[in-house]
């Protein structure tokens, strides 16, 4: 599986990840919009840290111009 998520793109989703989990643990704990928040998070979380996003591969998109050709 080859990185199709660039640097800047991974800190960007970090950054919404943990604001994602604050307003779902915190602010809408124990809602169901505070469940979605803290799955969206999740997802956001694991494709920065793996560098890898399923969407992206289906539309295309690449923003990680180091591994151009992999």
């Known amino acids: 599986m080859n990185t ?3 640097t800047v793109d991974r800190l960007i989703r ?3 990840a943990a604001a994602l989990f604050y307003l779902g643990f915190f602010v809408y704990g124990g809602t169901g ?3 979605g928040l803290v799955v969206v998070g999740s997802v956001m979380l694991v494709t920065a840290l793996v560098g890898f996003c399923g969407l992206y591969q289906l539309l295309g998109i690449r923003t990680n111009k180091a591994n151009k050709y992999s």
Request: no cysteine; net charge neutral.
């Open 4 to 6: 199709n998520v660039g």
């Open 14 to 16: 970090l950054l919404l």
């Open 33 to 35: 919009l505070g469940i």
